[in-house]
Structures are given as C-alpha cells and as structure tokens.
C-alpha cells in the first residue's frame, strides 16, 4: 500500500511539473496559483493594452493605424502631439470618461475638412469635418494666432469644453484654454464652438475657402448642434499649426513628463472608463 501511494504521488508531481502548473498547498488556497498579478504579466510583456514608456510610440502608431487616420489625411505626428496631450489632461483629471479628443489640424487650408473628433475608447473617428478660422488668422491659410482680446484670431494649443448656452450666435460651446500665454484668454474672449453659415461647401465653391469668424472655431450649421451635444462637458481639444515656437514650449508636449508617470502608473487603454493599472 505505501509502495503504491509513492507511486501515485510520483505520477502526480511528474504531472505538475510537466504541465508547468504552479502547486498549491492546502494552507495556501486557490488564489496561490496567482503567483504573477494579471496586470504586472500584461505590462511586463508589453500588451498594447497598457501604454506604457517602452510601448507608448507603438502603441500611438498602432491606434493611428487602427482608427484609419491616413484614409482622412491627418498627419501621424499630429495625432501623435495630440495623444500626448490627450494623456497628460488625462493624469490630470481634466477630462470626463467620454474618452473623445479633438483635433483642428490648422496646417490644412479651410477648404478641407480639418475638424477631427476621435473617440479613443471606440478607436474611431466620430466627426470629421469643416471649421473656420479667425479673420486675422489669414485668408484660406492659417498663419497668425494669438491669445489677445479683440484680435480676432485663432489660438493654438490644447482646450477644455465646458458648458453649452444660447447666445449671439445660436446654440454653443465655450471652451477653457489650458496653456497660459497661449490660449487661456478663451473664454474672457467668448471664443466658442458655434454655427455659421460661411461654414460650408456652398462657401467654398463661391469664394474659395470658408468664411471667417473673430477667432471661434465655428462649425457648419447641420452638424455643430450634434457636434456640440457630443464633445461637451470636459473632452479634449488641440489646435494644432507647425509654430516650432509653440511645439518644443508647451507644457502638454512634454513627452518625458508624461513617461514619468506612465513609469509610476501604466495606462489601461482597455478598461470602461480609463482606469489606472494599481502595481
């Protein structure tokens, strides 16, 4: 009887050790078998699911391919600019769990779409769009922006949404400038998301280029209600233009600040809502 009892014995611990299963002793219970916590494995072996210092430019590039972004001629190192951003609002807890961010990509003419709500959740684009540009900004190409009350121009740089109100020009959305110097004059200056009939292609084939507004982001007058409904209450937004000036200053651009925390706490770019990864 003992004979056969280390035999079985043998049979079984060959078993284990062949199937590389972790032991388990009664003391210790089933969660023992957790010898390596879930998250600890996924961002060790840099799962695209967490966005982490080693994974982060794969990982964008990976989201910019998985969203389609090439097919709507936006830029990867402007979506990338706008992930860094996007993130640091993000280890901020300046945005709401809607996961949108927009992009007005200023380098393209008014004659394009150039307005782009991307739902980082979904990994889609939900709006793509015209916008308009302010009246001293230029003609159909951007070239001067400014921060200035009664300039009349467009800012660069990352926004807020807040809340939406019925004023001078309809339905809109005001907005909070993140970026000291550069655009937190916004709302002082009541550049808002709005509707405008000098937004559309009727325009453009007319004049050449869209309308122009005193420095709001205005929006063609069939969508921006839905637009509006939609980005509101604390999403993200980067307006974006090739100032090399404004690119290597600004604070949400910052990638190494960034991969300082991301060291600390690895994003769950999977988790409803965005979570953070407890190590």
């Known amino acids: 009887m003992r004979k056969l009892f280390l035999l079985t014995l043998f049979a079984v611990s060959s078993y284990y050790l062949s199937h590389n299963l972790p032991t388990v002793t009664p003391d210790e219970g089933v969660t023992a078998a957790r010898i390596i916590p879930i998250s600890e494995s996924a961002v060790s072996n840099n799962n695209s699911r967490f966005l982490t210092r080693s994974n982060f430019e794969d990982v964008v590039r990976k989201m910019y391919g998985d969203i389609g972004l090439s097919t709507y001629a936006l830029d990867y190192e402007v979506f990338r600019l706008a992930v860094i951003g996007y993130y640091s609002l993000e280890q901020q807890n300046a945005l709401s769990e809607k996961g949108l961010m927009t992009i007005i990509n200023f380098a393209q003419p008014s004659k394009e779409k150039r307005f782009y709500t991307i739902d980082m959740r979904e990994m889609k684009v939900k709006y793509h769009t015209y916008v308009a540009h302010g009246r001293n900004t230029g003609?159909?190409?951007?070239?001067?922006?400014?921060?200035?009350?009664?300039?009349?121009?467009?800012?660069?740089?990352?926004?807020?949404?807040g809340e939406t109100y019925v004023g001078s020009k309809g339905y809109s959305l005001r907005l909070d400038g993140m970026e000291k110097s550069v655009n937190d004059n916004i709302r002082s200056r009541a550049v808002v998301i709005h509707a405008a009939d000098y937004v559309s292609e009727k325009w453009i084939k007319q004049y050449g280029r869209l309308g122009r507004s005193q420095g709001c982001p205005a929006l063609p007058p069939h969508l921006s209600r839905e637009v509006i409904d939609?980005?509101?209450?604390?999403?993200?937004?980067?307006?974006?233009?090739?100032?090399?000036?404004?690119?290597?200053?600004?604070?949400?651009?910052?990638?190494?600040?960034?991969?300082?925390?991301?060291?600390?706490q690895p994003l769950d770019l999977v988790a409803r809502p965005l979570s953070i990864v407890k190590s």
């Open 139 to 161: 003609e159909n190409v951007a070239k001067h922006f400014s921060n200035v009350p009664h300039s009349n121009q467009s800012s660069l740089g990352f926004y807020v949404t």
């Open 230 to 264: 939609t980005i509101k209450d604390k999403t993200a937004i980067f307006t974006y233009f090739p100032d090399q000036d404004y690119l290597s200053t600004s604070s949400y651009l910052q990638v190494e600040a960034l991969f300082k925390y991301l060291d600390k």
